[in-house]
């Protein structure tokens, strides 16, 4: 059974000038004659290594442009894969054109705070990936410095598995480790402190990076969005600007996890939306 559910992906509309490359949880890839690659983020949510139903509106497009904010914020730190974001009207807003990249295989993830999949594992063993932890962390402590707690990465409705990084050099090369690490932990850094000046605290992110045509590393993917990242209100002790809040609800509404997802409410909807037009306007100072 895959994370979509019993009936599959949904179909991906055919844009005109671009052929249909793939479907993920929440972004459709098409290419062209030149093998650019557009980039479509649609509204769909996924929890739980689930495709949700319920589709969370102008999530897609507010997912692409504050993406393109924190691309061209970092872009001193790595160049990235974004060529255009002049695409067909039919995508407007939600899409970009990037470059292929030769994608490494595993999420980069830097956590600034112990919570999620984190805290588990510090729990039980004391470390996250690898990192030693002082003893009498909680949920939502402030880390000394930042760590790199790579991931696998999981097809959909698979789970991503958090690896130490002597598993992810196995994977993608002791030298391309070592400057993943490097990239990961400096890109969280000025991000934090770039998001905790607008009066947010940037929990944890998720980073995913390739190879262009010339070998060079470029920051891929979607950077530094609510579904990739925690954002947490800094004035108000556990609010939070992400998909947290759709994992919250799902937590309490009786479903197993195994089976299809429910339908989310209108309220758990507006409020999730809400949510992602704050984080939005916190950060861009811009109004979605």
């Excluded at 990242?229 to 919250?248: I, L």
């Amino acid at each position: 059974m895959s994370g979509f559910g019993l009936a599959g992906p949904p179909p991906a509309p055919q844009v005109a000038g671009w052929d249909h490359l793939r479907t993920g949880k929440v972004r459709d890839l098409y290419t062209n004659s030149s093998g650019e690659i557009l980039l479509v983020a649609s509204d769909r949510i996924s929890a739980f290594d689930w495709v949700l139903p319920t589709t969370i509106p102008d999530k897609g497009a507010i997912l692409t442009q504050l993406s393109l904010f924190w691309f061209e914020l970092l872009e001193d730190i790595i160049p990235n894969h974004i060529i255009t974001d002049d695409v067909p009207a039919q995508v407007a807003d939600r899409a970009v054109i990037v470059e292929p990249l030769k994608m490494f295989e595993i999420e980069c993830v830097a956590r600034g705070y112990l919570t999620g999949s984190g805290l588990v594992e510090y729990k039980e063993s004391g470390a996250v990936c690898g990192n030693t932890l002082p003893a009498g962390l909680i949920d939502g402590s402030k880390l000394a410095t930042p760590i790199f707690t790579p991931a696998t990465k999981a097809e959909i409705g698979d789970h991503d598995i958090n690896i130490d990084f002597n598993q992810a050099a196995a994977i993608v090369g002791a030298e391309h480790a070592q400057s993943l690490r490097d990239y990961t932990l400096k890109l969280y850094t000025e991000a934090a402190e770039f998001a905790e000046s607008r009066g947010i605290i940037l929990a944890d992110t998720k980073f995913e990076f390739g190879l262009d045509s010339d070998g060079e590393i470029l920051l891929g993917d979607e950077a530094l969005t609510p579904d990739s990242s925690r954002f947490w209100d800094a004035t108000h002790k556990g609010a939070s600007f992400d998909k947290q809040f759709v994992r919250d609800y799902l937590t309490t509404s009786g479903w197993d996890r195994k089976s299809p997802p429910p339908e989310l409410p209108a309220e758990i909807v507006e409020k999730t939306a809400e949510r992602y037009h704050h984080a939005y306007f916190t950060l861009t100072g811009s109004k979605f």
